[in-house]
């Protein structure tokens, strides 16, 4: 519906519209012309209306044009719209609107202003070396760290709204000349298919994102840290900032990206080598020594060590429980603990390390309820879990998968299951991105940055496992030139 | 055009999954009917494999064109369904003994405590699923699998050293030559891996000096099983054919295992795991073929008619397999040597060069 030419009629349906007590209409004359000025209260700048709209309003004088009031207000953020419906969403954005009276066309002012917090290190990534700013919860501050590392024209921001109650801006961020455009343009068209009361976080959109409606592992890949978002976009990805998230959507997904902390590429290549395999190899123990150890003690008593052996029946002696249901239990008390640990405030948090290690632990073993080795291989697992924390919730519900096949067909169970998840991740892709590149397909070139983390001079090309363009990221032959 | 494979995908095949198979009953079947001469009648079936290998890729350098198109080129839509027919028994067959070797493998030596074949069931979940999926799984699979095989092998090589007296083929010959030929003719089941490259022909983009690549890896699977066929003799002599299940059975006199404890499993379960897709292959094969004979669309429907015939015989047959067994080993041989070598050789010789093919530059 267009604008009516009638100061009153404006006001009138927008009243019927903005029934909210927040909203705020503020008649004001602009010379001999009467106008009003709609905002929501609480979030937009009171001062910069009165510095930018009101002061220069009222020193107008006669009657004037509509061009000749626009004139006046020397204000960047400011947008002519035509419509009531955009007056409203406009109003809703946090902006100020201001209708005039004779006039089809009114002024919106960009004066939102929300409060936000300071860019702090993400506790999910923290680092020993490198830098420590953070996403907020802040598009345009989300945007702005981006812009600030990389000052290029070629970095692209599209817009899209989401949410028919939220309306949340949704930014999707690329490289012009390094990501596919196909996948923006898809990406985007899936933005703008989503229907959906409200996004209130990333994690909304991620689902929608995935090209597979069911699998247990990731599709999106996310990140809190500008500096990595805009390493990942320099490799063709395509990022998705959602306002009201710290967290940054990145599209197409690939499994090693969990495994490649950020100080890998801030550390020497010799400990960031050392501590990958260890982050690899943490995994495997992680999901495969509880259901091993248990298939063992209950299938393949061969397996294990003589002098081993000896200990575990000691341990085991008077055990209520069988090892299957013993290390199951075992697992569920880790988990319980982790997930009130998580919930609880801090200070009770060091309550719940005492009670859980050392109470129920140390009580469990003495009070024969739980062996010891079952304990310490428990223990080992759910630490090893968190070397790779942005898989942890994955990984800890395969564990107990795995764990209940041990506990009921044993070792070849284990290698079945592992098979069949085995076929499930090398024939997975994503926006044409193999999920397990570069080990299947084996991509030679990018296996530099995979379980060996290769020296920069080594990185000169982009993953071949994303279909990017212009491939060279690094030129050698410049940079001798030049000396 | 998009390829389902890639060349290296198709050199790791053979180290991936070449040996597999043969590390289990095989070696024993060999040595009962050639004793000191069984690495003969490995030699002989590899160099068939090899030479059938070496005239499907000529015919690959000829043409763009897959195996059914090249077929049908030939003989029509009818008569590649018969020739397809006769490849889908063959792939069929082909897994029977070594799937039921598997079976008796896990179910006699992981589970000694509860043997049951119910630990074995879980097998065929895997294998449907993997035979729901398209070509390039395969590929896929060796880009991992060949590291997983090759090391499992050589844990086991190692651990067997010290323990084998080469001398021990010693004469060379003496068991005659219709011996040696008699134990190739019984173990032509576990061969026939050049065929594989008939399925893959027109699936993936050959270039210049390709078959060089392939056969090389050819060469390479093929050396690690007539090392292992050769320790493994070496190792009992004249009690080899006793022997089940060579792969338990090759490492353990090692002193590892006296003193550390049973280290060979870690070779033993990485070949068992491999072994879980190697088995899975002919089945695959076989329900490409069922859907392409049959032109069946839904991808699941072909993958459970093949996996549920094998699940009926492992399980319902279970009292006459070792009669299936003695079967396929004694008569069946003429159809593997045809299927497996002969056809696709007359096949690909009587391909002619497809006008304006050339092969790729590297």
Wanted: hydrophobic content about 50%; some cysteine.
């Amino acid at each position: 519906m267009k604008i009516f030419p009638n100061l009153k009629d404006n006001e009138k349906l927008l009243k019927q519209r903005l029934t909210s007590e927040d909203v705020t209409f503020l008649p004001i004359n602009l010379g001999e012309t009467k106008a009003t000025i709609i905002f929501i209260n609480d979030i937009v700048n009171k001062d910069s209306i009165g510095d930018l709209v009101l002061r220069p309003a009222y020193k107008l004088e006669g009657r004037l044009s509509f061009k000749e009031i626009s004139n006046c207000f020397l204000f960047p953020e400011k947008v002519e719209i035509y419509t009531i419906k955009k007056v409203c969403d406009d109003v809703l954005l946090g902006n100020a609107v201001l209708i005039v009276d004779q006039s089809t066309t009114a002024l919106s002012f960009g004066l939102k202003q929300f409060e936000k917090r300071a860019i702090t290190e993400p506790p999910t990534s923290t680092v020993l070396k490198g830098p420590r700013e953070g996403f907020v919860e802040s598009l345009p501050v989300n945007i702005s760290l981006m812009r600030r590392r990389l000052k290029s024209e070629h970095l692209i921001f599209e817009n899209v709204t989401v949410g028919k109650y939220s309306k949340t801006p949704i930014a999707l961020c690329y490289v012009d000349g390094i990501a596919d455009k196909s996948l923006v343009k898809k990406l985007k068209g899936k933005l703008e298919n989503i229907s959906i009361d409200a996004v209130l976080d990333s994690s909304y959109i991620s689902k929608y994102l995935g090209e597979h409606d069911i699998s247990i592992f990731k599709q999106v890949g996310n990140t809190e840290k500008p500096d990595i978002l805009a390493a990942k976009i320099l490799e063709g990805r395509v990022a998705i900032f959602v306002d009201g998230s710290p967290i940054a959507l990145t599209v197409p997904y690939l499994l090693i990206e969990d495994f490649q902390s950020p100080s890998d590429y801030y550390n020497s290549p010799y400990s960031a080598t050392v501590a990958r395999l260890l982050r690899f190899f943490s995994v495997l123990l992680a999901l495969f020594l509880p259901a091993f150890f248990v298939a063992s003690e209950l299938f393949h008593l061969q397996l294990i060590p003589l002098s081993f052996l000896l200990t575990i029946v000691n341990s085991i002696k008077g055990i209520p429980l069988s090892p299957s249901y013993e290390m199951f239990f075992t697992i569920m008390i880790f988990e319980i603990l982790n997930e009130a640990s998580v919930r609880m405030p801090k200070y009770v948090g060091m309550v719940v390390s005492i009670v859980g290690g050392l109470v129920l632990g140390e009580t469990a073993v003495n009070a024969g309820i739980i062996s010891a080795p079952t304990l310490m291989i428990v223990a080992l697992s759910g630490i090893c879990l968190y070397t790779v924390p942005e898989l942890e919730q994955t990984f800890s519900v395969l564990r107990i998968l795995f764990l209940v096949v041990a506990g009921s067909l044993g070792g070849y169970g284990i290698l079945v299951a592992i098979a069949i998840f085995f076929v499930h991740l090398i024939t997975f892709e994503n926006y044409n991105a193999p999920l397990c590149a570069p080990f299947s397909p084996l991509i030679k070139e990018d296996m530099k940055d995979a379980f060996y983390k290769g020296f920069l001079s080594e990185l000169q090309f982009r993953p071949k496992s994303l279909r990017n363009k212009n491939k060279r990221r690094i030129d050698f032959d410049e940079y001798s030139k030049g000396e | 055009m998009q390829y389902q494979l890639k060349t290296r995908q198709v050199c790791l095949f053979f180290i991936a999954f070449l040996p597999l198979a043969k590390l289990f009953m095989m070696p024993s079947v060999m040595a009962g009917k050639a004793n000191e001469d069984m690495w003969m009648c490995a030699l002989i079936n590899l160099a068939l494999d090899f030479l059938t290998a070496f005239i499907i890729l000529k015919t690959t350098s000829k043409t763009d064109k897959n195996v059914y198109q090249l077929l049908e080129g030939k003989v029509g839509k009818g008569g590649t369904k018969f020739i397809m027919c006769l490849f889908f028994v063959y792939f069929l067959l082909k897994s029977l003994l070594p799937i039921n070797e598997q079976k008796e493998y896990v179910i006699r030596t992981l589970y000694t405590l509860t043997p049951t074949l119910l630990y074995f069931l879980p097998f065929f979940f895997v294998c449907f699923y993997f035979c729901t999926k398209p070509l390039r799984v395969i590929g896929r699979a060796s880009d991992v699998l060949w590291l997983i095989t090759s090391l499992g092998i050589i844990i086991l090589l190692c651990l067997s050293i010290g323990n084998f007296e080469l001398s021990a083929l010693l004469p060379v010959g003496a068991n005659g030559i219709a011996n040696v030929i008699e134990g190739s003719y019984a173990t032509l089941t576990w061969f026939g891996d050049g065929l594989y490259l008939l399925f893959f022909m027109g699936e993936f983009s050959y270039r210049k000096k390709d078959n060089l690549k392939i056969l090389g890896c050819y060469l390479l699977g093929a050396l690690a099983v007539m090392v292992f066929v050769i320790v493994f003799y070496c190792v009992f002599t004249s009690i080899a054919f006793r022997q089940r299940f060579a792969l338990t059975e090759i490492s353990k006199y090692s002193t590892v295992i006296n003193n550390i404890g049973r280290f060979d499993y870690i070779g033993i379960m990485m070949i068992l795991f491999s072994n879980i897709f190697a088995l899975s292959i002919p089945l695959f094969f076989s329900a490409k073929i069922l859907s392409y004979i049959f032109s069946i669309k839904k991808k699941w429907v072909s993958p459970l008619i093949v996996v549920l015939f094998h699940a009926f015989v492992i399980i319902f047959l279970y009292q006459r397999i070792h009669g299936i067994e003695v079967f396929i080993m004694k008569f069946t041989g003429w159809f593997f040597l045809l299927t497996a070598n002969i056809l696709p050789i007359i096949i690909c010789l009587t391909a002619k060069k497809e006008k304006g093919y050339a092969i790729k530059e590297n």
